[in-house]
């Protein structure tokens, strides 16, 4: 299997943290235009290019990375989903990166929406649920699914490489 799933990946306190911030009225977004989403999806780059890019990249990031462990950090970034951007659709398939690296998405609260693997044509569907990290290799094909019940849909997504 290229994926795994870990449900309740951190202890309440710091996933409550993480997602207190993520969520807040006062966090910044960025509209990006891609072609995955028709109508894009919005973005906050943690890390990126080989450089710290956000003042909270140590606070989203030091609790996930001590149980990750990674040898070095490709790309962080907090994504959020809205499902009216979607327009009823699920987003194209695709790899963050295709280079032996790992990539995780931590979901920050329940939906009816997820993301869908592609793990040797075997298309399984992975539910956004609060606290739960998927963690799957950098060539899986994966796609984001619209949240039917709810507008929003927050997420961590980290690609990253690990010992060997």
């Known amino acids: 299997m290229n994926y795994k799933v870990i449900k309740n990946f951190l202890d309440k306190d710091k996933f409550i943290k993480i997602k207190d911030i993520v969520t807040g009225e006062d966090f910044p977004w960025f509209h990006k235009s891609n072609n995955e989403v028709e109508g894009g999806y ?3 780059a943690l890390f990126h290019n080989n450089d710290v890019n956000s003042t909270f990249n140590k606070i989203l990031t030091s609790d996930i990375y001590e149980v990750l462990n990674p040898v070095a950090v490709i790309g962080a970034r907090a994504n959020l989903l809205l ?3 979607f327009c009823g659709r699920k987003s194209k398939w695709h790899t963050d990166y295709d280079n032996n690296n790992f990539t995780a998405i931590y979901y ?4 009816d929406g997820g993301t869908e693997v592609k793990d ?3 298309i399984k569907f992975i539910k956004a649920e609060e606290n739960k990290l998927l ?3 950098g060539h899986v094909l994966h796609r984001a699914l619209p949240s039917p019940d709810v507008e929003k849909r927050y997420i961590l997504n980290f ?3 690990e010992t060997i």
Request: aromatic residues 16%; hydrophobic residues 30%.
């Open 83 to 85: 499902s009216s951007l």
């Open 135 to 137: 963690v799957m290799k």
């Open 108 to 111: 920050l609260n329940n939906t």
């Open 120 to 122: 040797n044509n075997d």
């Open 159 to 161: 690609n990253y490489f």
């Open 42 to 44: 919005f973005s906050h």
